[in-house]
């Protein structure tokens, strides 16, 4: 009886040991689930990112308003008939002060 409980706790402390310090132990696969939900999180952002993407392109083939800001915004352009104003901040000279 005794030999028998002596090996199971021998085998107990083996399989102890291989659990928390063996290869593939404890630490080496919370460190894993860490950066499994980083690496989840970082692919969620990106499926996010194209989708926004799918979005802008089907905008783009489909109507000529997301085409026309574009051209406005990114370009500069304006429409036949339209007055473009740019309206210039004016900046302080240095070491003058505004009251």
Same mark, same amino acid.
């Given at each position: 009886?005794? =030999? ?11 399989? !102890?040991? =291989? ?8 630490? /080496? ?9 980083? !690496? &989840?999180?970082?692919? !969620?952002?990106?499926? &996010? =990112?194209? /989708?926004?993407?799918? %979005? ?11 085409? %026309?800001? =574009?051209?406005?915004? %990114? ?25």
């Amino acid at each position: 009886m005794n =030999r028998l409980l002596l090996g199971l706790f021998i085998l107990l402390a083996l399989l !102890q040991y =291989r659990l928390w310090y063996g290869d593939n132990n404890m630490t /080496q696969y919370v460190h894993l689930q860490k950066q499994i939900a980083s !690496q &989840e999180q970082s692919n !969620q952002k990106l499926v &996010e =990112r194209n /989708q926004v993407l799918k %979005e802008e392109i089907i905008d783009l083939k489909s109507g000529t308003e997301a085409l %026309e800001e =574009r051209a406005r915004n %990114e370009l500069g352009m304006v429409k036949q008939g339209e007055t473009f104003y740019r309206v210039v901040g004016i900046e302080p000279k240095a070491g003058a002060e505004y009251e």
